[in-house]
C-alpha cells in the first residue's frame, strides 16, 4: 500500500511542477548461478512485495507528477538480473536516478570504497546513463543528482555541480546519503543501533560514537569537505532530497537550505514534492 507524504516547495516560479521522490527499494533480484553469498541473503528476502511496491510507486509518479527521482539502493545487490532491471528502469523518459551504495554490493564483507564501487561498477556493463552525476531540467528545475553513496564526494562532481548552478535556474540537489544537520544526526545514531549515523560531512565530534571501520568509511575526505561547503554556501540550490537512511525526515541544513530524507520504497513510501 502507497505511502506518499506531501511536500510544498516555494521556488519562485510560474508554473507548479508536481516531482514524486521515491528511495531504498532495496529489489534483491538475483537467479541460480549467482555468487552463493547474493542467493543465501537475497532468498531470505521478499523480492515480490518490494517489485509490487515499486510498481505501484511508479504508476503513481506517471499518473500524478512530472519527474520520478530515484535516489538509489534500488537493488540490493550487483547481480546480471539487477542490472538489466536497473538497465530497463532507466529507459523511463520520467524517471531519473542517482546510485546508493547498494547498487554495487557484492555481499562479500569487503571495506566498500571508491575501488569497491568502481569494480562493482565495471561488471555492469552499459547501463545507457551515468549514475555518478546526472542533471536534467524540468519545467525550469535544474534537477542535479550526485553519487555520494560512501558518505563521499569527489572535486569533480563538485565543479560540476558549480557548473550546473551558473547556469542560473533553480538547482534540486539529489543525493544518496543525506548531508550532516545536528537533529537528523540525533534521530539517526539511535535508528541505526550501531552508533553510526550515515551521514555526509560528520565531524570528528560526532564521529566519536562510530565504530571505527564506520567512521574510516565515513569520515570526510577534504573533497568531501569542499562539497558541503559548496552545497551550504550556494543560493541557486533550493532543496535537497536524499534517501539511505530508510526513514522519512526534513530539516534545514546550516546554509539555510531544506534537506528531505524519504522512508524507503520497498514498504510503499514515497514523498510528492510541489515546487511552485
Ligand atoms: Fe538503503
Ligand atoms: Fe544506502
Known amino acids: 500500500m502507497l505511502n506518499i507524504e506531501k511536500t510544498r516547495v516555494g521556488i519562485g516560479l510560474e508554473k507548479p511542477l508536481k516531482v514524486l521522490h521515491i528511495t531504498d527499494s532495496h529489489l534483491p533480484l538475483c537467479e541460480e548461478g549467482d555468487d552463493p553469498r547474493i542467493l543465501a541473503h537475497g532468498m531470505k528476502r521478499d523480492r515480490e512485495a518490494g517489485l509490487a ?20 539502493d534500488l537493488i540490493d545487490f550487483v547481480t546480471p538480473s539487477g542490472v538489466a532491471f536497473l538497465r530497463e528502469m532507466l529507459k523511463n523518459p520520467r524517471f531519473l536516478f542517482i ?11 569487503q571495506f566498500e570504497d571508491r575501488t569497491y564501487r568502481m569494480n562493482s561498477y565495471m561488471k555492469m556493463g ?4 551515468d549514475i555518478f552525476f546526472v542533471s536534467r531540467v524540468v519545467g525550469g528545475v535544474n534537477f542535479v543528482g550526485i553519487d555520494d553513496a560512501y558518505h563521499q564526494v569527489e572535486d569533480w562532481q563538485t565543479q560540476r555541480l558549480k557548473r550546473e548552478a551558473e547556469k542560473g535556474l533553480p538547482v534540486v540537489l539529489f543525493l544518496h546519503a543525506p548531508l550532516f544537520e545536528q537533529s537528523l544526526y540525533e534521530k539517526s545514531i539511535p535508528f541505526w543501533k550501531d552508533g553510526s549515523a550515515y551521514l555526509v560531512g560528520c565531524d570528528e565530534e560526532h564521529l566519536l560514537s562510530y565504530p571505527e571501520f564506520r567512521a574510516c568509511e565515513q569520515r570526510p575526505t577534504e573533497a568531501t569537505k569542499r562539497f558541503v561547503e559548496t552545497v551550504n554556501a550556494e543560493k541557486r540550490i533550493k532543496a ?8 522519512g525526515f526534513e530539516s534545514r541544513l546550516p546554509g539555510g537550505t531544506m534537506q528531505y530524507v ?3 520504497g520497498d514498504r510503499g513510501n514515497g514523498r510528492e514534492i510541489l515546487f511552485f
Open 99 to 109: 546510485a546508493g551504495n547498494h547498487e554495487y554490493w557484492r555481499c562479500d564483507g
Open 262 to 264: 524519504t522512508a524507503r
Open 240 to 247: 535537497v532530497l536524499a534517501g539511505h537512511l530508510h526513514f
Open 53 to 72: 511496491a515499486l510498481r505501484e510507486e511508479i504508476e503513481y509518479g506517471e499518473e500524478n507528477c512530472d519527474l520520478i527521482l530515484h535516489t538509489g
Open 126 to 129: 552499459d547501463l545507457g546513463a
